[in-house]
């Protein structure tokens, strides 16, 4: 299912009040949070190193915010880089 841009900006919104401003515009700038596939959601970052830091650092965040707004439950994050979208 692809998301819609209302619940890709729900998304964002409600990370960007976790982490706030500055630690949100360093690691999610440009980042698409695009599908859900079942338990799946697939997220696109400008890069592969962004990619990997938020997969590494922040996928349990996204899902339990993803799974709260999409009221379904996410349990895999999968991160990648724009240029394999």
Known sequence: MELTLTQDYAIQARMAA????AE???VFAGVRFAEVDGPLMYVYANDESTAAEI??????????IAS??????IE?????PKVLQ
Do not use: P
């Not at 976790?18 to 401003?21: E, H, M, R, T």
């Not at 709260?68 to 439950?73: D, S």
């Not at 895999?76 to 990648?80: F, I, K, M, S, T």
């Open 68 to 73: 709260r707004i999409l009221k379904q439950e």
């Open 55 to 64: 997969e590494d650092d922040f996928a349990l965040l996204i899902a339990d």
């Open 18 to 21: 976790v982490l706030g401003a």
């Open 24 to 26: 949100f515009y360093r």
């Open 76 to 80: 895999v994050v999968v991160v990648l």
